[in-house]
């Protein structure tokens, strides 16, 4: 399980006194029915903060942790997000023409990491990722990445889009890899500060973040599968901006 392999934190008031002093959270358990002033309390600084909760039965709290919870367990992040502005405004400071990874949808631990893997060794910046729907950065994770989530900057956003309006108006080309795109990654200019939006093997990308970018491309395919695992995907298209950036 995923909790058994992360680091939490439980009872209200240690929760709250520790959403207060700025700890980051994947995520906070909360048991269904649960009421009182001190859960309102707790519950407005998870929605002032943007941290991710869930209501759940009191079996799989009892089940997650040994102690006294008090219908609240909180997974602490094992690593430090940064703001989207704040990855986007390094990355061009730093890099004349930055590469950025978006995971729209992708929710496997082990692709997760092996595309922050890939990205580092491809020069890349950073990862932004959704606040719910989207892999753990777990010890699974970071493992799979060979240690590439601790030195990469990673976003956790509400919403996609607004990573994604942020990038146009930071200089940044989307490019949508998609499989049912018309064109082809090797038709597609690289060479500027570019940001890549890859979606999940099962639902693809969604339509909000296909209608905000600048061009979709897709890997040639030949034979009888449709599309490849997200993280060799990913390694392809990383590759293709590496191959056009050093001709």
Excluded: W
Excluded at 100 to 115: E, K, M, P, Q, T
Excluded at 124 to 133: C, L
Excluded at 142 to 152: E, T, V
């Amino acid at each position: 399980m995923e909790e058994q392999q992360t680091q939490y934190l439980f009872g209200i008031h240690p929760v709250t006194e520790a959403v207060k002093a700025g700890k980051k959270f994947d995520k906070v358990l909360l048991k269904q029915g649960l009421e009182g002033v001190q859960f309102r309390e707790l519950m407005e600084l998870l929605k002032q903060n943007g941290i991710p909760f869930q209501f759940v039965p009191a079996e799989r709290l009892n089940k997650a942790v040994r102690g006294a919870h008090q219908g609240v367990v909180a997974y602490i992040s094992r690593i430090d997000y940064v703001p989207y502005e704040e990855l986007i405004d390094t990355a061009l400071a730093t890099s004349g023409n930055p590469m950025i990874v978006i995971l729209d949808g992708v929710s496997d631990v082990r692709n997760l990491g092996a595309i922050a893997r890939t990205l580092e060794c491809a020069g890349g910046s950073g990862i932004i990722v959704p606040a719910k729907g989207g892999a753990a950065i777990n010890a699974d994770a970071i493992k799979a990445s060979a240690g590439a989530l601790m030195r990469l900057s990673v976003a956790k956003v509400p919403n996609l889009k607004l990573a994604a309006y942020y990038l146009k108006q930071s200089g940044f080309k989307l490019i949508a890899v998609s499989e049912k795109a018309s064109g082809l990654i090797y038709d597609t200019d690289m060479t500027g500060p570019c940001a890549f939006i890859m979606g999940s093997e099962g639902k693809g990308i969604s339509q909000g973040m296909l209608d905000l970018s600048d061009e979709k491309a897709a890997i040639p395919m030949a034979g009888g599968i449709a599309s490849l695992n997200v993280s060799v995907a990913t390694s392809v298209v990383l590759y293709e901006a590496v191959r056009q950036r050093t001709r």
